[in-house]
């Protein structure tokens, strides 16, 4: 039950910032690590892409995004070289969005250093309480806890 000293709304606000604290340390090692120009949309982005690629409208959809907005955020993943257009070989009429190895250099850095903050929670809290913490999440939140729609949802 809620009490005076642990309203309700601290709750998700914790857990935000959690979550937020998490994702700008990310962010800083992987720009010390030679991309900058990744941000945290990005990660949700290059995940829904995948290593098949995808077409712009089914990551929109994967995204909760319009495919306008997905487009949008491919040409900048595109410009600044994350991402590549390229022909379907399935279907001449359409254009698959793929990672390029700067692409996947980032996923693969941004997991690394997931590992490397767990480490740092862990050292700080006890190994026994980050993994307590990672239990109790997974009882209250659904099975499908990652979720690529967040940028849609959040956004809109």
């Known amino acids: 039950m809620a009490t ?6 601290v709750l998700p606000l914790l857990l935000l910032a959690g979550f937020r604290t998490l994702i700008d ?17 990005h990660g949700f982005v290059l995940q829904a892409v995948g290593a098949a690629g995808t077409t712009a409208s089914d990551l929109g959809q994967r995204l909760g995004v319009s495919k306008q907005a997905a487009g949008k ?26 990672m390029t190895a700067k692409g996947h250099d ?20 006890g190994p ?22 967040v940028p849609g949802w959040f956004g809109g």
């Open 25 to 41: 340390d990310l962010h800083a090692e992987l720009a010390r690590q030679g991309h900058p120009e990744l941000r945290p949309a």
């Open 4 to 9: 005076p000293d642990r309203p309700g709304f």
């Open 73 to 98: 955020t491919v040409d900048r993943l595109v410009a600044l070289g994350y991402l590549e257009r390229a022909d379907d070989p399935a279907d001449a009429r359409r254009k698959l969005v793929r």
């Open 128 to 149: 026994e309480r980050v993994a307590a913490i990672e239990d109790d999440l997974r009882r209250m939140v659904p099975s499908d806890v990652f979720r690529l729609d």
């Open 106 to 125: 980032g996923l693969r850095r941004s997991a690394v250093v997931f590992d490397e903050l767990r480490d740092r929670w862990a050292a700080t809290l």
